[in-house]
């Protein structure tokens, strides 16, 4: 075990501690390291301008993409989990985005939302409709985002397939038996006994949507979308440390931004009970 605990102690225990220690510093990363105390944090609150569109950017982002990948990934689940000849091709099919690099798929879309001549758009334009703006204009970027996040959701598909084969296959005999259709099926049977996985989804989903900085792949204005329509908390923290060098204000962001996730967390754990166990 001792290569696995030097490893966690050394690559991610010794880096929270330090950007604890960074957050009550001014470090630009090579020259200076003065201690200001708690003033990070305060100027995070009092004078940064972007500090609040970040976060209002971030509290909208998160829990709608949230909503909609799970929505998704279920209907899809639901589409795939057949037993008739040929239904593991479209398993593979719709898990293969899933295996492609974030940068790849980044810059992919970039082409494929291109104003006004990308893909998306020469469809609709020869269907005699207007071209999309996508990121080129502030209200359709938060939508464009929403629909590139759609790309992945093969990997969650995997999660729900899992779900579904854990559920007892006597329960919708018995269902059938007593007259059940499919649809009262899935609402007495699929979906409660599912409510574990939903749990795990939406704390992981929530992680993630607020750590989310893929916009930096593919979004103009270096990630921050036209008029910081798509700014989020975890973009400003990379440009605070990697492009203004400002190490320990970036640091105190990182530290708020855990407290605001564990709080969620705690949140989430404290209203579980709608999550139905089998053993309950």
Do not use: C
């Amino acid at each position: 075990m001792a290569p696995l605990i030097l490893g966690l102690g050394i690559f991610t225990i010794w880096p929270i501690i330090q950007s604890l220690i960074y957050s009550f510093y001014k470090y630009d990363g090579i020259m200076t390291f003065n201690y200001i105390g708690v003033k990070n944090y305060i100027d995070l609150f009092t004078s940064d301008s972007d500090f609040y569109k970040v976060i209002a950017n971030t509290a909208i982002f998160a829990p709608v993409n949230v909503v909609i990948s799970i929505i998704f990934t279920y209907l899809l689940a639901l589409f795939v989990n057949k037993n008739v000849k040929g239904v593991m091709a479209f398993r593979l099919l719709y898990y293969m985005p899933v295996v492609i690099p974030g940068v790849i798929s980044g810059l992919m879309w970039v082409d494929i939302m291109k104003y006004p001549s990308g893909a998306f758009n020469t469809v609709l334009t020869a269907f005699g409709l207007k071209p999309f703006a996508f990121f080129s204009a502030a209200n359709t970027s938060m939508v464009s985002v929403f629909i590139m996040q759609l790309w992945g959701i093969g990997g969650g598909m995997i999660l729900w397939l899992a779900a579904f084969k854990n559920i007892p296959r006597t329960f919708y005999e018995s269902a059938s038996l007593d007259g059940a259709g499919k649809f009262k099926q899935l609402i007495a049977i699929t979906l409660p006994m599912s409510t574990p996985t939903i749990f795990y989804n939406v704390i992981t989903g929530i992680i993630g949507a607020l750590q989310f900085n893929g916009t930096l792949v593919f979004a103009p204005r270096g990630g921050t979308g036209i008029k910081n329509s798509i700014f989020f908390i975890t973009v400003k923290i990379y440009k605070d440390a990697f492009e203004h060098m400002n190490f320990g204000y970036a640091s105190a962001t990182a530290w708020i931004l855990f407290a605001v996730i564990g709080l969620l967390v705690i949140l989430l754990f404290k209203t579980s009970k709608w999550v139905f166990y089998g053993d309950e």
